[in-house]
């Protein structure tokens, strides 16, 4: 469920929630801590989901992408998912080949686990946790657009 821009008291949040509300709400009452809960199982369900997907079976899959069959571009995010699973093989220079930003993706998905983890045990590290996510959000943002632009122009 994509839930973009909730208002959660005087932050503006962006998140993209796998696990539904209904779900979420049995684990806690707190919004706050909802919110981390989500993140964290949503976070460790997709690369758990990763690990039985391999870089032949995503070979296999012609590349499909709408925004280049749209209006004959590729995306910023076209090749992130070969480049996330080529790091599951160790093969860092192939990863950064299909996209460097599935580099940074895989760092910050990775960097949610024990971030959500400290701010579910103690609540009051949940102010810098989120000001950490939204920095790698916006860095994330920059980068995909950078090698966006790179790749269109040069």
Not at 11 to 40: A, C, G, K, T, V
Not at 42 to 67: D, E, R, Y
Request: glycine share 4%.
């Amino acid at each position: 469920m994509y839930q973009p821009f909730a208002k959660k008291g005087k932050h503006e949040e962006m998140e993209i929630s796998i696990i539904p509300r209904f779900l979420i709400r049995r684990i806690s009452d707190n919004d706050i801590q909802q919110i981390n809960w989500n993140i964290l199982i949503s976070t460790i369900l997709i690369l758990f989901s990763l690990i039985f997907i391999n870089l032949s079976m995503m070979n296999a899959i012609p590349h499909f992408c709408l925004v280049e069959r749209l209006i004959g571009i590729p995306c910023p995010v076209c090749g992130v998912s070969r480049s996330v699973l080529s790091l599951y093989d160790f093969k860092i220079m192939d990863s950064l080949k299909y996209n460097p930003n599935g580099l940074l993706i895989a760092i910050a998905f990775l960097t949610q686990i024990p971030l959500r983890m400290i701010a579910l045990f103690d609540g009051k590290y949940y102010p810098m946790i989120e000001k950490i996510s939204r920095s790698m959000t916006r860095l994330l943002l920059v980068t995909l657009l950078t090698y966006w632009f790179y790749k269109l122009f040069i």
